[in-house]
């Protein structure tokens, strides 16, 4: 199955340290996109990426940095961590050709202690 | 600006039971309106969305949600509940974007639990 997968699934670590966090894609899609999920907020977009050329800032990218390596793998750095950025962090993909649906991974629960 | 209002935090009903999760939605044009479920330790899954046309619209699971313009409302139904449906529930609506796309504006979730 095609699929949007990220890895860590879960990172405990201290503040100031650096952490990335990934995103693969098997789907196929150009779109790809960070989400972060705080408890009685909803998700809130980090980065997006239409294509491997073109990141664009979401409305919460402070503290936060991507890379779009590849078509199919798009990275979620947190330069120096902070205990307020503790959250569960969402990839996901999307297409034109299938009405810009956004297909979501897993999550990463990060904890910054 | 776009925002995405769910009244209820939590919501229990008996398996069996009718369902219905509210969603009110503040956008100055006709949206575009989605319902996501998310299972414990699992991504967020798209139950329906709602572009235009037939305000009632069909999703997977069994569910079906109703836009009503004069209420700003999007709400999330379900006939009979499955022990299997207790997971949390986002409502959010799509603000056009560049070229084609849309942005998702989410709203903070509802938590379905279900009594055996």
């Known amino acids: 199955d095609a699929d949007v997968t990220q890895t860590p699934r879960n990172r405990i670590t201290k503040t100031g340290k650096r952490i990335m966090l990934e995103c693969s894609q098997t789907?196929?899609?150009?779109?790809m996109y960070w989400y972060r999920q705080d408890p009685g907020l909803g998700l809130q977009l980090i980065y997006y990426?239409?294509?491997?050329?073109?990141?664009n800032k979401g409305e919460i990218s402070d503290g936060y940095s991507v890379s779009r390596q590849a078509q199919a793998k798009f990275s979620l750095s947190l330069e120096s961590a902070i205990p307020n950025q503790t959250a569960l962090y969402f990839c996901?993909?999307?297409?034109?050709?299938?009405?810009?649906?956004?297909?979501f991974g897993p999550g990463t629960r990060l904890t910054v202690l | 600006a776009q925002s995405v209002t769910q009244p209820d935090i939590h919501i229990t009903v008996s398996e069996g039971a009718s369902l219905e999760l509210r969603c009110n939605y503040s956008?100055?044009?006709?949206?575009?309106l989605f319902w996501y479920v998310q299972s414990p330790g699992q991504g967020l899954q798209l139950l329906l969305k709602?572009?235009?046309?037939?305000?009632l619209v069909q999703g997977i699971k069994g569910f079906e949600a109703e836009f009503k313009r004069s209420q700003s409302s999007f709400n999330l139904r379900k006939p009979s509940v499955h022990w299997s449906d207790a997971a949390e529930y986002f409502c959010?609506?799509?603000?056009?974007?560049?070229?084609?796309?849309?942005?998702?504006?989410f709203g903070s979730g509802t938590r379905l639990l279900v009594r055996p």
């Open positions: 996901a993909t999307s297409t034109p050709a299938l009405g810009n649906e956004q297909f």
């Open positions: 789907k196929g899609h150009d779109r």
């Open positions: 990426s239409f294509d491997v050329k073109d990141i």
């Open positions: 956008y100055g044009a006709t949206p575009y």
């Open positions: 709602y572009f235009s046309g037939d305000t």
């Open positions: 959010a609506v799509g603000a056009p974007w560049m070229d084609s796309s849309y942005k998702l504006i």
